[in-house]
C-alpha cells in the first residue's frame, strides 16, 4: 500500500458537516518546499551542488512572465541557483534551439524550462528535443515518459509536474489509491495520459473520457477517484459524482462575474459549489491543483541535480513502512 509523507500543518480542511474535506495545495506544497530547502542544503553541505534551473522566455506574454517569476520566486525560497533567458518574439526556431543547447552545455544548470506556448512560426516539439534527458525538468521527454509508463526497469528522472502534483495530494490526505476505480477526465499529455500511468501504478483500475466519450456522465458516477482535467469550466457536476468520491480539479478557467472587481472568477473542472456536496474530499481552484505544479517543479529540479553526481533521486510514491515504528523493506518500495 502507498501513503503520504507526514504533512505538517493543516492541508485538509473541513468546511463543515456532511460537506467534502477540502484539500489545501496551498498548505501541502508550503511543506513540500519547505522539505525541498533542507533538501538543497544538505546537498550544498554534503556534495558542494547547488540544484539550478534555467527559465527560458520568449516574448512578452503576460501569462507566460506572470508563470515565470513565480517559478523564480519559488527557486529563490528554495535556494536554487537561477538562469533566466528573455528572448524577442521574433527569435527565428533555430536561434532559440541554439540557447537551450548552450544551457544544456552548461554544468550549473540541471532543469531547463522552456516557457510555452511559443510563436507559432517556431515548432514546440523541434525545441524541446535540444532539451536532454538529463535536464528535462518538466518530464516530458520520450525516455522520461516511456519509462513513467514501463512496469518494471529504470524510474523516469523527471515525473510531469502537475500529475506528481496530484499524487502528493493523494498520498498526502491519506488516501490509498489502491483497488479504487479512478477516471480521469482529459487525455493531453501534460496531464491526462501521465496522470493515469501514475494511478495505475499505485494499483488503481483507471478509465480515461475525453471529448469523444460517450456518457461521461455514466463513467464518473462510478468512480471513487476523478480527476478533471479537461479545460472545460464546471464541466464535471455535482450530481455525476458517487457519494464519498475523492476529486481533483486540475482545471483553472475564468467564468464572467460582475460582482467581481476584474469582472471574472477562476473555476477548475468541476462544478465545486454542487460537489462539495457530494464528495469525500476535493480540491479547490484555485488553491488546490495549482501551487504544487511549481512545488513539483522544483522536486524534479533537485531530483536532476542529485541524479547529475550519481545519488538516487527522490521517489514521488512513498511506502507506509518508511514512516511506521517498523523495520522496513524497501523492497515494497514501487517506482513511479
Same mark, same amino acid.
Given at each position: 500500500a502507498i501513503y503520504p509523507v507526514a504533512c505538517h500543518g493543516a492541508c485538509i480542511r473541513k468546511m463543515e458537516t456532511k460537506e467534502a474535506k477540502i484539500i489545501d495545495g496551498k498548505a501541502i506544497a508550503k511543506d513540500i518546499r519547505a522539505e525541498i530547502k533542507v533538501a538543497v542544503e544538505e546537498l550544498k553541505k554534503t556534495h558542494k551542488i547547488t540544484p539550478g534551473l534555467a527559465t527560458v522566455l520568449v516574448g512578452n506574454r503576460t501569462d507566460s512572465a506572470t508563470y515565470v517569476k513565480f517559478k523564480k520566486r519559488a527557486a529563490k525560497e528554495v535556494g536554487f541557483h537561477s538562469v533566466d533567458v528573455k528572448l524577442d518574439e521574433k527569435i527565428t526556431e533555430e /536561434?532559440?534551439?541554439? /540557447?537551450? /543547447?548552450?544551457? &544544456? &552545455?552548461?554544468? &550549473?544548470?540541471?532543469?531547463?524550462?522552456?516557457?510555452?506556448p511559443l510563436p507559432k512560426e517556431i515548432t514546440e516539439h523541434k525545441v524541446l528535443a535540444a532539451i536532454p534527458v538529463e535536464k528535462d525538468v518538466d518530464g516530458f521527454c520520450a525516455m522520461n515518459i516511456g519509462n513513467l509508463c514501463l512496469r518494471g526497469g529504470d524510474p523516469p528522472l523527471a515525473v510531469p509536474c502537475t500529475p506528481a502534483g496530484c499524487v502528493e495530494l493523494i498520498q498526502r490526505s491519506e488516501i490509498d489509491p489502491k483497488g479504487m476505480d479512478a477516471v480521469v477526465v482529459g487525455r493531453s499529455n501534460i496531464v491526462g495520459m501521465p496522470m493515469a500511468h501514475l494511478l495505475m501504478s499505485m494499483d488503481a483500475t483507471v478509465t480515461v473520457c475525453h471529448s469523444r466519450t460517450k456518457d461521461i456522465k455514466s463513467y464518473i458516477s462510478k468512480a471513487d477517484i476523478v480527476v478533471a482535467a479537461c479545460g472545460r469550466a464546471e464541466y464535471v457536476k455535482g450530481d455525476w459524482l458517487k457519494k464519498g468520491a475523492i476529486v481533483i480539479d486540475v482545471g483553472i478557467n475564468s467564468k464572467p462575474d460582475k460582482t467581481r472587481k476584474r469582472g471574472y472568477r477562476l473555476v477548475g473542472d468541476v462544478e465545486f459549489d454542487a460537489a462539495k456536496k457530494v464528495a469525500g474530499y476535493i480540491t479547490p481552484v484555485p488553491g488546490g491543483v495549482g501551487p504544487m505544479t511549481i512545488a513539483m517543479l522544483l522536486k524534479n529540479t533537485l531530483n536532476l541535480a542529485r541524479h547529475s553526481i550519481g545519488l538516487n533521486r527522490l521517489p514521488l510514491r512513498q511506502d507506509r513502512s518508511q514512516y511506521a515504528d517498523v523495520s522496513s523493506d524497501q523492497s515494497n518500495v514501487k517506482k513511479e
Open positions: /536561434e532559440l534551439i541554439k /540557447e537551450v /543547447e548552450k544551457l &544544456a &552545455a552548461d554544468p &550549473a544548470v540541471h532543469g531547463i524550462l522552456v516557457q510555452l
